[in-house]
């Protein structure tokens, strides 16, 4: 089985600072990992994602994550954020290999992501 | 091109009563999930339909049932509704072949169920 654990409920910055979000996962089987953003009244659009290969990933909107296999972390970091990045945030897993590849996410709980003026 | 599509877009019932959404998967996309989000809360996996068969189910009673049409699109079926299914539903639909990892889920905007 797989978990995800998001270890800020809420992170407020200001604008045109830098921000990371934290996320860190259990999982027995190897896994793929994603980063979704949430607006207001809206589903989830995928902003990265971790297959393999490099562990830095960058995404869109100036995002980037970096895989961090023995920490088993993906956190998420944008240098300079802006207004309209106030969203919730929530990292996903699933695994990668044989009979359980079909996409079924697990989410973490989410971090909401307050950008200040 | 549009991408996946749910309706209604807000939904009210009373407990005891039945509720049946609907999803539209993006074109070209034949893998229809469902995840039900209660509020303040990250998204959790009801079940996926792929060739119109139930092919992976989360940890939901069976009060939640399913279907998948011939042209892919879906239905989520809550019997006997509880105060505690008051979420925002989602569907997200994929490309199959390939694996989750070059064919990613893509996500509609949900249905907001109310039970009162």
């Known amino acids: 089985a797989q978990s995800v654990t998001q270890l800020d409920s809420q992170v407020p910055v200001f604008e045109e600072a830098p921000v990371e979000l934290r996320c860190n996962y259990s999982?027995?089987?190897?896994?793929?990992l994603f980063w979704y953003v949430q607006y207001p009244n809206q589903g989830l659009q995928l902003l990265l994602k971790?297959?393999?290969?490099?562990?830095l990933v960058k995404g869109i909107n100036g995002f980037e994550a970096e895989f961090n296999k023995s920490q088993t972390s993906f956190h998420l970091r944008k240098p300079s954020v802006h207004i309209s990045d106030t969203a919730e945030y929530f990292c996903?897993?699933?695994?990668?290999?044989?009979?359980?590849?079909?996409?079924?996410?697990?989410f973490g709980q989410g971090t909401t992501l307050q950008v200040k003026p | 091109d549009a991408g996946v599509t749910q309706s209604p877009t807000h939904l009210i019932k009373t407990r005891g009563q039945q509720v049946t959404l609907r999803c539209s998967p993006k074109?070209?996309?034949?893998?229809v999930s469902w995840y039900q989000q209660a509020l303040g809360q990250g998204p959790q996996f009801i079940f996926q339909?792929?060739?119109?068969?139930?092919?992976q189910r989360g940890n939901f009673p069976d009060r939640f049932s399913g279907h998948q049409f011939p042209n892919y699109s879906s239905e989520l079926n809550v019997n006997a509704l509880l105060l505690g299914d008051s979420a925002l539903y989602l569907c997200?639909?994929?490309?199959?072949?390939?694996?989750?990892?070059?064919?990613?889920?893509?996500f509609g905007d949900g249905t907001r169920l109310s039970i009162l």
């Open positions: 074109s070209g996309h034949d893998t």
């Open positions: 997200a639909s994929q490309r199959s072949g390939g694996g989750i990892g070059n064919q990613p889920q893509h």
């Open positions: 339909y792929y060739e119109e068969e139930e092919r």
């Open positions: 999982s027995s089987v190897s896994v793929y």
């Open positions: 996903a897993v699933t695994p990668s290999r044989g009979s359980s590849n079909t996409g079924k996410l697990i």
């Open positions: 971790y297959l393999s290969g490099s562990t």
